[in-house]
């Protein structure tokens, strides 16, 4: 089985790539070569299969047909401009994660016509909760219109579109999956809006200061890395029959308040660490986050087998078995 | 106030066309000029304005800006590959349809651009019903999502979200409109499969047979030529605060069975027009009808001031009085 990653060296798809590495097989079957794609050239150790890496632009129309070449069994598309440097680079937001996407369905659909149809690989597409717009109802079930208020949610909705129709048509074999927040989000603060509710888990768990800029009323859905991973590896292996034509799942996560996950922190480790959360109100922060969805239904994503997380506790639990060697500072 | 028409030639292109001409202006502005546009040179008579026609294809990504450099205030975008054409040509749906769309939006970004945000026209994006995709509710809300099974209605989802993108960005100031199925559609039978539900009230109406290839139970929502030039002018002059940030808007219409459109021939015109029908099962055009909307609330829509007729019998009447001379034979 060969497959390719594109956007391998980003959180997520670094590892998706380790974890293919360590099974050395996909749905059952081994995993014969790996090749990855990034803007810089990813790598992964440990695999007994052959692994390349290479730096590339995927909106660069050259590039798709060249990797599509090789016909992979299966294909990651992981690749995007984030939803900030989108809002702020229009055109570039629109060249990667716009045309990028269409370049590298093409380029199946390419194969597909050469193949007279006998090629059809599974096309794995990351979408994002993103693709939602308040208002929102209290649980946002699977019927919920998509109404973006970002560029990127725009971009990854049309992503949607784009590999319904083209599995409907029978050129590719597609399953887009809309990511939650991933929390327990290794790594350093960052800048993102969404940073928070990452810090003021993660650094507490290692002795550190973390700043909480909202209210502890805010409600948000998760589901960590692993969850991550392990809703791509389903993605990538599930029966395309038994998804139908809506080939696009919001995916299951853990929907709690800022309150209840500090109350997880609480029972996983201890009041040490919940008194090193700083509390530091922000009002951009608090506005921005106001338009993000709260809660989402999941059932289509539950009923065909994609599980997250069932609690804010586990989340945590998993981070420090993950990130952390099991250990708490 | 300056006007672009794209699409121009077609049905509705044309009468919307004729009405600009006849009212000499817009939302209560006199219209200064009309470009029309389409594959082929369309043309008006009767206005008192500068009326220009050419023919043009918009998958060309050097006619948009030479279209938008004019800054017409208001642009009709009716211009669309049609759905069974969109499914047997994906690659000339997708060029128009799609390409053709982000031309526009485009050239009216860099135009934007270019005067420093002060060019802003209203853009008006025919959208379509088939958006939506089976399985339906009952009736069809405004937050029902869009899974399309055509190509044209990916493509017609996708020039949505980029509508919203674009006016969310300040680029443009957009309106979409879902059209349902226009009825009574004038001219010769076709080979739509949509075609029947004209047929059957057009022919007879003339003293001419008609064949109705479904049962008359089934069910489906029309709107007149006359109130789709309606929505188009509405959409053209609508403030757009009111409108919100969700600007793609499921026009309203009639929600009959056939059994009631035939009632509704009956009391119009009588049994004589009735006895016309004929029917004639087709099991091919019956399936693709079950996979259609049957009914749309279109709540949003009503209450931003769009209206269709509110009877079979008014649309019926409509007909008559529009393509008929107000006689029937």
Redesign the interface.
Known sequence: MKVLAIGAAGMVGRKLCERLAKDGKLGGKPVSALHMVDVVAPSVAGAAFAVTGEAADISKPDLAPRLIAARPDVIFHLAAIVSGEAELD?DKGYAINLDGTRHLLDAVRAENLKAGGAYRPRFVFTSSVAVF?APF?DGIH????????T?YG?QK??GE??L??YT??GFVDGVGIRLPTICVRPGKPNAAASGFFSNIIREPLVGQKAILPVPETVRHTHATPRAAVGFLLHAATIDGEKVG??RNLTMPGVSVTVGEQIEALRRVAGEKAVALIERKPDEMISRIVSGWPEKFVAQRAKDLGFAAETSFDEIIRTHIQDELGGKVA
Request: aromatic fraction near 8%; charged fraction near 25%.
């Open positions: 229009f717009g109802p699977d019927d919920f219109h998509l109404t973006p208020l560029s725009a909705a049309i579109l784009l319904s129709d409907r048509k034509p809506r």
